[in-house]
T-cell receptor
Framework: EDQVTQSPEALRLQEGESSSLNCSYT??????LFWYRQDPGKGPEFLFT???AGEEKEKERLKATLTKKESFLHITAPKPEDSATYLC??????????????FGTGTRLTIIP | DTEVTQTPKHLVMGMTNKKSLKCEQH?????MYWYKQKAKKPPELMFV???????INESVPSRFSPECPNSSLLNLHLHALQPEDSALYLC????????????FGQGTRLTVV
């Protein structure tokens, strides 16, 4: 069964204090790994797609990287508006040949001014 | 336009009511999804439609009935729900094929009383 594990569960940082969020996965037939940001009561907002080990993507203060077993979301000099839950999801082919997206449990990030 | 629109934003219904959630996208995506999300949990896949055909049903109780009238619309019909069905219901869409990111709507906050 596909598994996606995110750590830490929650993270509090001072404004400007850089850190990394981890997403470990065990899937067969990985097609892509996605990072989303979710604010309370809202739908997830797409951030990045990573397809193969060694790939990196950047957007403003965020940088996502991928290895064969895990992905990291690095946040550099975060601001309070970066506070949100960050979700990792993997896309794989199900037993029935359909694409399926499996989410991790998320990391709740709080940036303190 | 990367918008997925869900209506209503909030819904309160009794256990004997029948109601429907609606989702619309105009990005030309041919895959559409329903997810259920409980508080502080990741989204859980319920249904996947691919080219207007139901391709994945994650063993969802029959009190939830999906419908895809055309490539832009997705409905979720609700009947005889239980209080534990209260959650944020998210619709998403993506291009079919591999390595395609899903875009989410803002969700419908459903409360069953």
């Amino acid at each position: 069964e596909d598994q996606v594990t995110q750590s830490p569960e929650a993270l509090r940082l001072q404004e400007g204090e850089s850190s990394s969020l981890n997403c470990s996965y065990t899937v067969s037939g990985l097609r892509g790994l996605f990072w989303y940001r979710q604010d309370p009561g809202k739908g997830p907002e797409f951030l990045f797609t990573l397809y193969s080990a060694g790939e990196e993507k950047e957007k403003e203060r965020l940088k996502a990287t991928l290895t064969k077993k895990e992905s990291f979301l690095h946040i550099t000099a975060p601001k309070p508006e970066d506070s949100a839950t960050y979700l990792c999801a993997v896309q794989a082919i199900s037993d029935f040949g359909n694409e399926k997206l499996t989410f991790g449990t998320g990391t709740r990030l709080t940036i303190i001014p | 336009d990367t918008e997925v629109t869900q209506t209503p934003k909030h819904l309160v219904m009794g256990m004997t009511n029948k109601k429907s959630l609606k989702c619309e996208q105009h990005m030309g995506h041919r895959a559409m999804y329903w997810y259920k999300q409980k508080a502080k949990k990741p989204p859980e896949l319920m249904f996947v439609y691919s080219y207007e055909k139901l391709s994945i049903n994650e063993s969802v109780p029959s009190r939830f009935s999906p419908e895809c009238p055309n490539s832009s619309l997705l409905n979720l019909h609700l009947h005889a729900l239980q209080p534990e069905d209260s959650a944020l219901y998210l619709c998403a869409s993506s291009r079919t094929g591999y390595n395609t990111e899903a875009f989410f709507g803002q969700g419908t906050r459903l409360t069953v009383v």
